[in-house]
Structures are given as structure tokens and as C-alpha cells.
DNA sequence: GGAACGGCTAAGG
DNA sequence: GCCTTAGCCGTTC
């Protein structure tokens, strides 16, 4: 309702239930651009609301982080999601377990 | 208005 | 399992 496309991602990603997780592709998907996974992350890279938008629930398509915030965050990003409740494995997450199926 | 960049994805080696 | 190449998209300078 915001306009830009960016605030749909933050939409979505703020609509992520705790303890389980999402890939850029997905949310792109989810708002009609299946193919502007890479937006979704340039979005995010630009989240002017990094505690609103947990842009750490944001994983790739293999379940891997990606990164966050440059990549010195990525670990910090790990930490979250184990905080709520998701098993981060070498900077990785069991996307068949966590994986939001639905947004 | 145009060019460059980025937290991507999929496929191949 | 990791790296490379090519394609797509939106934001930012």
C-alpha cells in the first residue's frame, strides 16, 4: 500500500511466522515477480526497518542465508533464526523444515 | 535519463 | 559440495 515494490517485500518478509523462514524467490513469487528475486534483495539490502522487517527470516533458494547486512551480520543473522526456534547449519536452514509453504 | 549494483535463481562442470 | 555463466528485476547514484 506503499507503492514501491520494496515495501511489499517488507510486507511479506514481516509476515513471515517466527521460527521458520523464506527465500527471496518466494517472495517475489508471492507478489507476482517470480523472477525478481534479486529485487526482493536489493529491497531488503535497503530495509529501513531492520527490526519491523526480519530480513534474517530472508533465505536463498537452497536455504543458505545469503547474507545480511554485508556478511559480517550473516552470523548474526544465523542467531536470530536459531533464537526463534530455527536450526541454522553452516550458515545454512532445512528449507523442508522451515520454509514458510505459504505466505 | 542512464549506468551500476545487489542479501538471487537455475543449470552446468 | 563448490564455483561459473547467463538471465531478470528493482533500487540507488
Redesign the pocket.
Given at each position: 500500500v506503499s507503492g514501491?515494490?520494496?515495501?511489499r517485500v517488507y510486507e511479506l518478509?514481516s509476515r513471515v511466522p517466527e521460527g521458520k523462514v523464506t527465500?527471496?524467490?518466494?517472495i517475489?513469487k508471492a507478489m507476482g515477480?517470480p523472477?525478481?528475486?534479486?529485487?526482493?534483495?536489493?529491497?531488503?539490502?535497503?530495509?529501513p526497518h531492520?527490526i519491523v522487517v526480519p530480513?534474517?527470516?530472508?533465505?536463498?533458494?537452497?536455504g543458505?542465508l545469503?547474507?545480511?547486512?554485508?556478511?559480517s551480520g550473516t552470523p548474526k543473522k544465523v542467531k536470530l533464526l536459531r533464537g526463534e526456534g530455527v536450526a541454522v547449519k553452516?550458515g545454512r536452514v532445512d528449507l523442508s523444515k522451515y520454509r514458510v509453504r505459504k505466505l
Open positions: 514501491t515494490f520494496a515495501d518478509v527465500t527471496y524467490g518466494d517475489a515477480r523472477r525478481a528475486a534479486r529485487a526482493v534483495g536489493a529491497a531488503l539490502r535497503a530495509n531492520p530480513c534474517h527470516r530472508a533465505v536463498m533458494a537452497d543458505k545469503g547474507g545480511y547486512g554485508g556478511g553452516d
